[in-house]
């Protein structure tokens, strides 16, 4: 008897694995998104000298308390222009404070950036030799993470943002009084 | 004609000379030798199907140079896979350790090769039992 059910029940477990793969692909998720082994651990702690500001630092002592959000961006990833109109509507939106991580970028061409698309950020730390970003699991711009007010890292999120996307993966980690739009 | 065929030959032949990592080679060539041997096994998170010692990527050569870092300061190869394990996950390694999270990676090539004998061992205790009858060859 199992010898006429098998190639069915064979043929049917490869098309559940190939279904869930295009499943992916034809919802848009990004596929090329890893899991982060930092998801739920302690921020790692860092300390930059700020992007605009030359005598300023920005470091994880900055985010205590409070939930914030990391993003990591540069001036020459198409992802980051993508999103930055959105960055700016969050950061206008006061619900949570947005910080920046520079990343393998410089300083000259950074400040441009800002000055000529407006500044979402809170502060912007210049990580120029990406050795920062190789402790966060930094692997491609524009990367968002989301911090909670006791350190610990609640989401990643690889590629460009917006509000849908901010609403699904961002949101339902934040305190009602964050949550507000 | 001979000339240019012989030039041209040589220079098919220098193609796989041409090596992303440009930077020098490390002065002890016991570590340059532990080095080659770590980026052969990491794999470039930007560039999923290259090693970190064939992509260009910026992520590839940043991690490079750590790598370089962590071996004059005398870390232990196991001491840098953890490092990048512990920022990139499990993915980061071509050659993936035993956990949990990978268990189904070791596991599966496994159960197919216990499957496989199964089925080859009935196909023999099949045959063992039809009868001997080759009078016809």
Known sequence: ?181 | MKALLSVLTLLMLALPAFAVDSEEALDDPELQARYEDIVEQVRCLKCQNQTIKDSNAFLAGDLRREIKRMLVEGYTDDEIFDFLVTRYGDFALYNPRFSGKTLVLWIVPALFLLGGAFVLLNIIRRRMALPIDDAED
């Open chain 1, 1 to 181: 008897m199992w010898k006429y059910f098998a190639p069915l029940v064979i043929f049917g477990l490869f098309f559940l694995v190939l279904k869930v793969g295009m499943d992916d692909i034809r919802e848009g998720k990004n596929v090329n998104e890893l899991p982060s082994p930092l998801i739920d651990k302690q921020a790692p702690q860092f300390e930059l000298p700020s992007v605009t500001d030359p005598s300023a630092t920005v470091g994880t002592n900055d985010f205590a308390g409070k939930p914030v959000v990391l993003n990591v961006w540069a001036t020459w990833c198409v992802g980051c222009r993508q999103e930055h109109g959105f960055l700016m509507e969050l950061a206008e939106s006061g619900d949570v404070p947005v910080y920046g991580l520079n990343w393998r970028d410089t300083q000259p061409e950074a400040q441009g950036f800002l000055q000529q698309l407006g500044d979402p950020y809170v502060g912007s730390a210049f990580d120029g030799d990406g050795r920062v970003g190789i402790d966060w699991g930094v692997y491609g711009a524009p990367e968002t993470f989301l911090i909670g007010a006791d350190g610990t890292i609640l989401v990643k999120h690889l590629g460009p943002l917006n509000w849908p996307l901010w609403r699904e993966k961002f949101v339902p980690h934040l305190g009602p009084a964050e949550a507000s739009r």
